[in-house]
């Protein structure tokens, strides 16, 4: 997929030849003097012209250069130099990658400047690239006769950076396959991936990385006790399943990280209907377990020295006779009872059981990723993904780590006065706010509530609570994403993990 070039710009055979320059740059670079030459200029008219000055990812290209083996040179703006990090430089590729996928081309080289390390700048490369020629129209029957993207190399400024540039691709080659992996299982239609085809596709993935998995029916919940999860699998006729996958990296001192998502295959919000307009993406309410299993797929490639449980409740939500009802009372794992007022908040109930299973089986950490609230998308939009915790220290790793990835997010509070706001009078808590702000006309603080309840389940275990509600379905044009899902938190939840197993390993 990925090559190392470290010959002239004249001789590299490729498609396409991309290179990032800054806005700031109103003169051709020290470090592109040399193929301003070879293309009699094109550089030097380019940027004197202001091409760039109109934004960040703004693309100008030149067709059968002079002097160049390549069909097209690309130009693509990459803002200004201190503002430049692998989050944009991955946006700078995918926006290349998007642009030539509209040609004939199948080979794209990237030349990326800018102040990251080598492996980095590789990794961004193929990474971007991949995750940006990512397309949503596989039960399309007309218009797929555009060809695949093939081949992507990566040109060195330096011989001696090979070994880091190779290094690198590697890494963002994974990443992003991984990540495509998990918004392809988003894309797929409620009707052909419903929780029994999920728990195999886990199963499959299991196979292929040599881990350990274990599948529970209604049955096996029923008997230990996984009562939240069988109350909002009750209207469906499709039967539940939770699934735990085992990496073993580790050993008994070693601490054990659970990765628990939300597996909602479909969510028509029960006996609480939802709207009808927009239900058709309801399909998407299994962002957070396709997020953990490709996390677990990077984790099982690459293999860091710590244990890892990959945790996924799968279910639908539906209305039907058997369904539960608001008022209704369940007892959770843990044997706290919950009062339900609305069936549409069905997420936390899954996920209510599903972490504290994950403490039953020994996690030490917990990170729970969720389409949980539309509260999370009011307050921080489709941007930026909301981070709530009961520990501050676990909290800033994973934060880090999401800014490692390439990932935005936010942390919102957890105070003690939220917790009144799920009381009830006859239960342990409510899975909704029991009371409006009266000058405001609405339910307050949704996703902290949300949040707030899952903490009841994480107990004294360091946990955070990732939701993607607003971040995990992309319904804009942007030049460097399809519209669709995109993955969210693989990236992230897989670069915590890889984190934490080398802090674990180096310390004496």
């Excluded at 002239?8 to 040399?34: A, K, T, Y």
Aim: net charge neutral; hydrophobic share 40%.
């Amino acid at each position: 997929m990925f090559r190392i070039e470290s010959k002239p710009f004249q001789d590299i055979q490729s498609d396409v030849v991309v290179v990032n320059i800054f806005r700031e740059e109103n003169e051709v670079p020290e470090d592109l003097v040399g193929l301003d030459k070879v293309t009699n200029g094109f550089l030097k008219r380019a940027v004197g012209e202001g091409v760039f000055s109109a934004g960040l990812f703004e693309v100008t290209s030149s067709y059968r250069p002079n002097g160049l083996i390549t069909a097209r040179l690309l130009l693509v703006c990459s803002g200004s130099r201190q503002d430049f990090s692998f989050e944009i430089a991955c946006q700078v590729a995918a926006t290349a990658a998007r642009f030539v996928s509209k040609t004939n081309a199948r080979e794209i080289a990237f030349l990326m400047r800018g102040d990251l390390p080598p492996e980095r700048r590789a990794q961004a490369c193929v990474e971007g690239a991949l995750l940006g020629i990512f397309e949503t129209g596989k039960y399309k029957t007309m218009d797929r006769s555009k060809p695949a993207l093939s081949s992507i190399a990566i040109i060195a400024s330096n011989p001696s950076e090979e070994g880091k540039l190779r290094q690198g691709a590697s890494r963002g080659q994974l990443q992003a396959e991984s990540t495509n992996y998990a918004r392809h299982l988003v894309n797929e239609p409620s009707n052909i991936l419903t929780p029994r085809r999920l728990a195999e596709e886990a199963a499959a993935l299991a196979k292929e990385l040599d881990m350990d998995i274990d599948v529970l029916g209604p049955d096996r919940m029923k008997e230990i006790g996984l009562n939240a999860i069988l109350g909002v699998a009750r209207g469906s006729d499709e039967p539940p399943q939770l699934f735990v996958l085992r990496y073993n990296g580790g050993n008994q001192k070693t601490p054990t990280v659970a990765l628990v998502g939300k597996g909602l295959t479909f969510d028509a919000g029960g006996v609480s209907l939802k709207e009808p307009e927009g239900m058709h993406y309801m399909k998407y309410d299994m962002a957070g377990g396709a997020a953990v299993l490709g996390a677990m797929k990077i984790i099982g490639k690459l293999k860091p020295k710590i244990n890892v449980l990959g945790i996924v409740a799968a279910t639908e939500n539906m209305p039907g006779g058997k369904s539960q009802k608001p008022g209704d009372v369940v007892t959770a794992f843990n044997r706290k009872t919950i009062e339900i007022i609305s069936t549409d908040a069905e997420g936390r109930l899954v996920l209510a059981d599903a972490i504290a299973y994950a403490r039953h089986l020994g996690a030490t950490h917990l990170v729970d990723i969720a389409t949980l609230t539309g509260s999370a998308a009011i307050a921080l939009g489709d941007i930026t993904t909301a981070v709530m915790t009961n520990n501050e220290s676990w909290a800033a790793e994973l934060l880090k780590a999401g800014k490692d990835a390439g990932e935005k997010m936010w942390p919102l509070p957890t105070f003690h006065e939220y917790r009144e706001l799920i009381e009830s009078g006859i239960a342990d808590m409510r899975n909704m706010a029991n009371r409006k702000a009266d000058h405001i006309n609405v339910v307050p603080a949704g996703a902290i509530v949300g949040a707030m309840f899952l903490r009841e389940f994480a107990e004294d275990t360091p946990w955070v609570h990732l939701d993607i509600a607003g971040t995990a379905w992309n319904s804009r044009t942007l030049r460097y994403m399809a519209t669709g899902p995109t993955g969210v938190g693989v990236r992230t939840l897989a670069t915590l993990v890889l984190s934490m197993g080398a802090s674990a390993n180096s310390k004496p």
